[in-house]
T-cell receptor, first 113, second 113 residues
Framework: ETGVTQTPRHLVMGMTNKKSLKCEQH?????MYWYKQSAKKPLELMFV???????ENNSVPSRFSPECPNSSHLFLHLHTLQPEDSALYLC????????????FGPGTRLTVL | KQEVTQIPAALSVPEGENLVLNCSFT??????LQWFRQDPGKGLTSLLL?????REQTSGRLNASLDKSSGRSTLYIAASQPGDSATYLC????????????FGKGTMLLVSP
């Protein structure tokens, strides 16, 4: 596999479920990101990890919990979600900080019933 | 807080036309700006990254220009093809911190045969 992969590609969950989204990058990058894309809204940055440390958290509700066990993997743990959390969740990676090009995965389409 | 506006929101052209997509941003203190394309329900594909010190960047039929002082970037697509149909997003990156991109809502392009 090359680039940035995400699993699952589609997920339907109830408000009381707990699920996790997975992202893996095969580019040797040291920074990873979670973005949320809702209908009719711009992409919103949720979390940034650099060298497995969280460096930015854009006031995301605690029902979203990120985990970065190593520089190649990033998870987003979901619990007690709301229907308005239904969106396309995109993962990206880059090498380094400012001036680094970001590469995106295909996304996970999440529907919360 | 950086705000990004893309005009037009949607564009429909016949195949073969040259076209210009516009992006404006409110905070000119940027390190670089990336242009992406997004196919429906899919992730983002990086098209061009233009550094703040550059005026232009070219890749094939695509040419991006940047006027940092006026907070504007344009993406020029030459000889458009139906395969160019997608949503085009621009995203400036700030000087400080990690490559945290701010996205516009995009321009949805339809190129008809």
């Amino acid at each position: 596999e090359t680039g940035v992969t995400q699993t699952p590609r589609h997920l339907v969950m109830g408000m009381t479920n707990k699920k996790s989204l997975k992202c893996e990058q095969h580019l040797g990058h040291n920074a990873m990101y979670w973005y949320k894309q809702s209908a009719k809204k711009p992409l919103e940055l949720m979390f940034v990890y650099s060298l497995e440390e969280r460096v930015e958290n854009n006031s995301v509700p605690s029902r979203f919990s990120p985990e970065c066990p190593n520089s190649s993997h990033l998870f987003l743990h979901l619990h007690t979600l709301q229907p308005e959390d239904s969106a396309l969740y995109l993962c990206a990676s880059s090498q380094g900080g400012a001036a680094s090009e970001q590469f995106f995965g295909p996304g996970t389409r999440l529907t919360v019933l | 807080k950086q705000e990004v506006t893309q005009i037009p929101a949607a564009l429909s052209v016949p195949e073969g036309e040259n076209l210009v997509l516009n992006c404006s941003f409110t905070d000119s203190a940027i390190y670089n700006l990336q242009w992406f394309r997004q196919d429906p329900g899919k992730g983002l594909t990086s098209l061009l990254l233009i550094q703040s010190s550059q005026r232009e960047q070219t890749s094939g039929r695509l040419n991006a220009s940047l006027d940092k002082s006026s907070g504007r970037s344009t993406l020029y697509i030459a000889a458009s093809q139906p395969g160019d149909s997608a949503t085009y997003l621009c995203a400036p990156s700030p000087y400080s911190g990690y490559s945290t991109l701010t996205f516009g809502k995009g321009t949805m392009l339809l190129v008809s045969p």
